[in-house]
């Protein structure tokens, strides 16, 4: 009997690469990918909506622990247009891709009263086509060491 936990997916492998770079102390990243929809009614709808899909869209965020050693500034200023590839594992394809995803904005936050370890932060949007884990077409990726 398998147990029920076998086939989850963990976010242990996960892992972030920006124009190559394999960002160092990342603690999460997530996607949202979005369609824009044209909704109507019409005399053949009898009462209901009917949609189509329009523009594909998607935007997506990372957050990580600050590292002197391997800094970020570089990687994530707000306007710049970089190629994002997010690993969900190290499974080959298991991968988001984004060509060209512009960073929308960078944040960090250090807290001096309990000293925590300084975290950052930053949201980008796809700009242009994108590819889910597993999509043909996507261009060829190996996981970062």
């Not at 600050?66 to 969900?88: K, T």
Request: glycine share 8%; with cysteine; hydrophobic share 35%.
């Amino acid at each position: 009997m398998a147990c029920s936990n076998e086939s989850v997916l963990t976010g242990n492998a996960g892992k972030v690469e920006v124009d190559d770079v394999a960002v160092a102390r990342i603690t999460g990243w997530e996607v949202n990918p979005t369609v824009e929809e044209s909704a109507w009614g019409d005399s053949d709808s009898a009462g209901y909506t009917n949609r189509v899909a329009g523009r594909k869209d998607c935007t997506g965020s990372f957050t990580g622990k600050f590292d002197n050693s391997d800094e970020v500034y570089d990687l994530f200023m707000p306007g710049d247009v970089v190629e994002v590839v997010l690993w969900q594992s190290e499974t080959p394809a298991n991968y988001w891709h984004f060509p060209c995803a512009m960073i929308q904005n960078y944040t960090m936050s250090v807290n001096t009263d309990t000293k925590e370890a300084v975290e950052w932060s930053a949201d980008f949007g796809a700009d242009g086509i994108f590819y889910r884990p597993g999509q043909s077409g996507a261009p060829a990726e190996t996981y970062p060491t």
